[in-house]
């Protein structure tokens, strides 16, 4: 839920990522290493971080484990 809220307030804020200090404060870490057209990649790869998390949590078969994590690669 948080990557979620994170990634609504960098859409919001994406006029101002480069030129606001505060935004540059509190979220300057997951954006300012990227073009000022990705500031959303970030967000993306923690989005496939949780996925990975989740999918080694849910008791599924060890194929489907696989699968899933193929499919979140490609």
């Known amino acids: 839920m948080a990557i979620v809220i994170v990634g609504i307030e960098l859409r919001r804020a994406r006029h101002k990522l480069h030129t606001d200090e505060r935004t ?5 870490t997951l954006y300012l290493r990227y073009d000022e057209k ?3 990649w970030e967000v993306l790869i923690l989005v496939r971080k949780l ?5 080694l949590r849910v008791p599924i078969g ?3 484990q696989v699968a899933g994590c193929s499919i979140v690669l490609v």
């Open 38 to 40: 990705h500031y959303y």
């Open 51 to 55: 996925l990975f998390v989740v999918m």
């Open 62 to 64: 060890q194929w489907a």
């Open 24 to 28: 540059m404060h509190e979220y300057g």
